[in-house]
């Protein structure tokens, strides 16, 4: 799934080919996720607490559609969301390392 978060931050990324590769790869994924006032109150709550304005804003998008897992490369939002425990209610993980676990 992807959201109108993670197209925003792509938007900004200031090199185009990594940009024109991460764009055809959220194409793929067929359903993008919008951003609701409801969803915006939470990753402001979630500023608030020490997260990024876009990594709050990825998790709240990510709870709202009821991901249960939302693979990041990014090491400072996995740390960030472990030492934030349960009360995120959206697991955070490397995809290198869930796709390992996977059967």
């Known amino acids: 799934m992807s959201s109108e978060a993670l197209e ?8 185009p080919e990594r940009r024109s590769r991460a ?8 359903r993008t996720f919008r951003v609701t006032p409801s969803v915006e ?11 990024g304005s876009f990594d709050a804003l990825h998790l709240a ?6 991901v249960e897992v939302l693979l990041t ?7 960030r969301a472990r030492a934030s425990g349960k009360r995120l209610l959206v697991s ?12």
């Open 61 to 66: 998008c990510a709870k709202a559609a009821g």
């Open 23 to 30: 764009s055809e790869l959220l194409a793929r994924f067929g």
């Open 73 to 79: 490369c990014d090491e400072a939002l996995r740390r």
């Open 92 to 103: 955070v993980e490397n995809p290198v390392d869930f796709l390992r676990r996977r059967p």
């Open 41 to 51: 109150d939470r990753a402001e709550r979630l500023e608030r607490s020490g997260f």
């Open 8 to 15: 925003a931050e792509n938007a900004m990324n200031p090199q």
